[in-house]
T-cell receptor
């Protein structure tokens, strides 16, 4: 049973356009969400996060939106740049639990074309 | 500030052989995690340490996997004997404390079992 789902294995966008990566979750106990970016042969790098008490968090070109009622979050990248090409992982935490385990989705490969 | 260091970066062994991975977390981070990432999947937690204590090892296959974190700094993950299905990337991550929800990952060790 996959608790964090990224249903799009890949996404291709043109440089300068908006990239929208989606993530759905099933566990209503998740209350903190993170996006990680991963380049080949490197470990995941923390990108941006959002608490369940918010519906939006912005950091430069990156914005994460959270819709708790729909159990859905999305990462917007505007404008997209070729260097953004990477695998993006959505992850979730149940802060009320005792293990602070990150539960990851399978990732979405973003390709930004020049 | 140096990031999480892992070695080796790559390891190829034959099945039934032992293998060990080493991790040095970010200085001052007392929480250390070992994750396994199978091809096309997100990372999955194997074990979490608070200082030298393993506080969550529920996902660690204890018949063949073992881990230690002597002195609460470096950690070693061992597999003995390795099986074909153990081929994966083994990631180490650290955070400042259990409430530090942003985890910082090392580059990983890619294990291939032949």
């Amino acid at each position: 049973d996959q608790q964090v789902k990224q249903n799009s294995p890949s996404l291709s966008v043109q440089e300068g356009r908006i990239s929208i990566l989606n993530c759905d979750y099933t566990n209503s106990m998740f209350d903190y969400f993170l996006w990680y970016k991963k380049y080949p042969a490197e470990g995941p790098t923390f990108l941006i996060s959002i608490s369940s008490i918010k519906d939006k968090n912005e950091d430069g070109r990156f914005t994460v939106f959270l819709n708790k009622s729909a159990k859905h979050l999305s990462l917007h990248i505007v404008p997209s740049q070729p260097g953004d090409s990477a695998v993006y992982f959505c992850a979730a935490i149940n802060s009320g639990g005792s293990n602070y385990k990150l539960t990851f989705g399978k990732g979405t490969l973003l390709t930004v074309n020049p | 500030e140096a990031g999480v260091v892992q070695s080796p970066r790559y390891k190829i062994i034959e099945k039934k052989q032992p293998v060990a991975f080493w991790c040095n977390p970010i200085s001052g981070h007392n929480t250390l995690y070992w994750y396994r990432q199978n091809l096309g999947q997100g990372p999955e937690l194997l074990i979490r340490y608070e200082n030298e204590e393993a506080v969550d090892d529920s996902q660690l296959p204890k018949d063949r996997f073992s881990a230690e974190r002597l002195k609460g700094v470096d950690s070693t993950l061992k597999i003995q004997p390795a099986e074909l299905g153990d081929s994966a990337v083994y990631l180490c991550a650290s955070s400042t404390y259990s409430g530090g929800r942003e985890q910082f990952f090392g580059p990983g060790t890619r294990l291939t079992v032949l």
